[in-house]
């Protein structure tokens, strides 16, 4: 039995085993939204694959993003990181005041020439990551107190959280807790987690503040609203009835994949609530639960690589992204079992978005590209000294 559980353990932490949650999810998906697609697509085009032909191609150039990342020397990564942070920050601001208005919220830029729009949000997340990352490896010890970490690390968060907030409040919450997170992991001073803490606190105050001034840029009223409904609204908003009602249709079986009656109910079945519809039709154990499990799968392999990484960045890297995709997606499920706000979160790898699900696919290949390098290096050190020399090594060339 001990040797059964070794062998899990030791296949959970391979790439391999990431790889087939990669071609899992993306499995998933295909089935997922083509099913709550479908009589929407029909509808609108007298075709029942319209959704799906769409999102099909994404779902390839997923798999290849993947791919290419995880051939990438993951220390590539931190020299592009400040880059990465600048051109986030600039395509924020842009989208912040030329950004295209969709659901009351510029949180989308228009490519030009092209019908394709992005939003930069999500390039944001896994730039500000690798940012985050990148500092705590190579000033380990000068962020000891608030002070030092003020300009290279918590100020560079506050900054990009702020930015996105206006637009998209729940993706910047979200990915300030995955910072506060990785900060933890990087063992930053007490003082300054709670710091960057109380920075996070006045910026959402002084958001608040400008709202009066800029209803129309900082969706103030909306998030009131969302958490008005959440909080005195017993049974929650029509979204969360109709998806409480698909779950609980589902039964502990589900009614089969294709054979939902609530996908043309759900709002938006195939983003923010596709998970209601995967418990309706796939069942709660194999689906609701299977989702779940899948989830935790990825964040215990990026634990994985924290204890086994000789290099700082590498394992703060790999953390970091799986914090981010792992806490969306269960933003993503509470949302759906009305645990908290509805947030607008799509459900990483699974929910129709071609922007988010590139971005996904990048950090997944991020993270795949870690874990090889860890298993090269198993292969090829002898001693756990040549493997902490490697990680001195790492900290001083970033």
Not at 35 to 48: E, I, Y
Not at 333 to 351: E, F, Q, R, W
Request: a neutral charge; hydrophobic letters at 55%.
């Amino acid at each position: 039995m001990e040797s059964i559980i070794l062998n899990l353990k030791d296949s959970i932490k391979s790439d391999r085993f990431l790889w087939s949650l990669v071609f899992i999810l993306t499995f998933c998906s295909l089935l997922a939204v083509y099913s709550t697609s479908a009589s929407l697509t029909k509808f609108n085009s007298d075709t029942t694959v319209f959704f799906l032909l769409k999102h099909v191609p994404f779902l390839i150039m997923g798999l290849f993003v993947t791919w290419l990342f995880s051939k990438m020397d993951y220390l590539e990564f931190s020299k592009w990181a400040p880059v990465m942070l600048l051109i986030a920050v600039i395509l924020q601001i842009w989208a912040l005041f030329f950004g295209v208005n969709i659901n009351e919220a510029k949180r989308w830029i228009q490519v030009p020439f092209l019908d394709i729009s992005f939003q930069p949000s999500d390039f944001a997340k896994i730039a500000l990551i690798c940012y985050v990352a990148r500092s705590l490896s190579a000033k380990q010890d000068q962020i000891k107190s608030f002070k030092n970490a003020f300009l290279p690390l918590l100020l560079p968060i506050v900054v990009m959280c702020g930015l996105i907030a206006p637009a998209n409040f729940s993706t910047a919450a979200l990915l300030f807790i995955c910072c506060l997170l990785m900060l933890f992991v990087g063992r930053v001073s007490l003082v300054s987690i709670l710091g960057l803490i109380g920075l996070g606190l006045l910026t959402f105050g002084f958001l608040i503040y400008l709202s009066e001034y800029f209803p129309n840029a900082i969706r103030s009223a909306t998030w009131a609203n969302r958490l008005t409904e959440f909080l005195h609204s017993e049974d929650g908003g029509h979204q969360i009835q109709q998806a409480k009602i698909a779950i609980a249709n589902g039964g502990w079986f589900g009614q089969s994949p294709g054979n939902s009656a609530l996908r043309n109910f759900v709002p938006y079945a195939w983003a923010d609530f596709i998970y209601a519809i995967i418990c309706e039709e796939w069942g709660i154990i194999i689906g609701g639960l299977g989702i779940i499990v899948l989830y935790l799968m990825l964040l215990i392999h990026c634990v994985s690589i924290v204890t086994k990484s000789p290099k700082a960045f590498g394992a703060l890297l790999a953390i970091g992204l799986g914090f981010n995709i792992v806490i969306h997606a269960f933003a993503n499920i509470a949302v759906s079992l009305d645990l908290v706000p509805v947030t607008g979160v799509n459900l990483p790898m699974i929910s129709k978005g071609g922007t988010s699900l590139l971005i996904t696919s990048a950090a997944l290949g991020m993270i795949i590209s870690v874990s090889k390098n860890l298993k090269d290096l198993s292969l090829g050190s002898d001693s756990n000294e040549e493997l902490s020399l490697s990680k001195n090594e790492d900290e001083s060339s970033n």
